[in-house]
T-cell receptor, first 115, second 113 residues
Framework: GENVEQHPSTLSVQEGDSAVIKCTYS??????FPWYKQELGKRPQLIID?????GEKKDQRIAVTLNKTAKHFSLHITETQPEDSAVYFC??????????????FGRGTQLTVWP | DAGITQSPRHKVTETGTPVTLRCHQT?????MYWYRQDPGHGLRLIHY???????DKGEVSDGYSVSRSKTEDFLLTLESATSSQTSVYFC????????????FGPGTRLTVL
């Protein structure tokens, strides 16, 4: 089955700096890559996703890039703010058109943004 | 978020007792999932369902069973709870978004003493 590796496991940045979290996957059939943010005591929330027909996607201060050849994808957060502090999970799945296959998750990255 | 609920939200039980967690959706979606979340392990899939009475195992299914007798409810049962099953349990469903993205319920914190 699919194997998703996520790095780093912890990341500390100063407010205003950028943060990058990287994930690799093993199954070339995977073509859907979501990112989830989980604040302390809350449920994981989908923040951005990318499909393999695009190489980059942006939504305000967050962006995701995908390199299908190298089987890796990354989350970029610019101008970080204290409220960005959370655990971030990457995942991979196969989008079959009419349905989405199960998600395979990375182990998470604890991001701390210091004021 | 209003489309998926879990009950109970918190439970404390003793080793050896049976426990059932309920996931309820109001949107008639086909796919439902149960995960457990533990520090350092991320989200691990226990079981999932792709329709009424259609279920399959995830990577940590030992000690758990599931049932789905109607579309809106997906039940997770610990037949005889153990301390290693102390965890936060999340239910998830596909399909609330435009492209069948997966969304999570609020979670159930289970403590087995």
């Amino acid at each position: 089955g699919e194997n998703v590796e996520q790095h780093p496991s912890t990341l500390s940045v100063q407010e205003g700096d950028s943060a990058v979290i990287k994930c690799t996957y093993s199954d070339s059939a995977s073509n859907y890559f979501p990112w989830y943010k989980q604040e302390l005591g809350k449920r994981p929330q989908l923040i951005i996703d990318i499909r393999s027909n695009v190489g980059e996607k942006k939504d305000q201060r967050i962006a995701v890039t995908l390199n299908k050849t190298a089987k890796h994808f990354s989350l970029h957060i610019t101008e970080t703010q204290p409220e960005d502090s959370a655990v971030y999970f990457c995942a991979a799945s196969e989008d079959r058109g009419s349905t989405l296959g199960r998600l395979y998750f990375g182990r998470g990255t604890q991001l701390t943004v210091w004021p | 978020d209003a489309g998926i609920t879990q009950s109970p939200r918190h439970k404390v039980t003793e080793t050896g007792t049976p426990v059932t967690l309920r996931c309820h959706q109001t949107e008639n979606h086909r796919y439902m999932y149960w995960y457990r979340q533990d520090p350092g392990h991320g989200l691990r899939l226990i079981h999932y369902s792709y329709g009424v009475k259609d279920t399959d195992k995830g990577e940590v299914s030992d000690g758990y069973s599931v049932s789905r007798s109607k579309t809106e409810d997906f039940l997770l049962t610990l037949e005889s709870a153990t301390s290693s099953q102390t965890s936060v349990y999340f239910c998830a469903i596909n399909g609330l978004g435009t492209y069948n993205e997966q969304f999570f319920g609020p979670g159930t914190r289970l403590t087995v003493l």
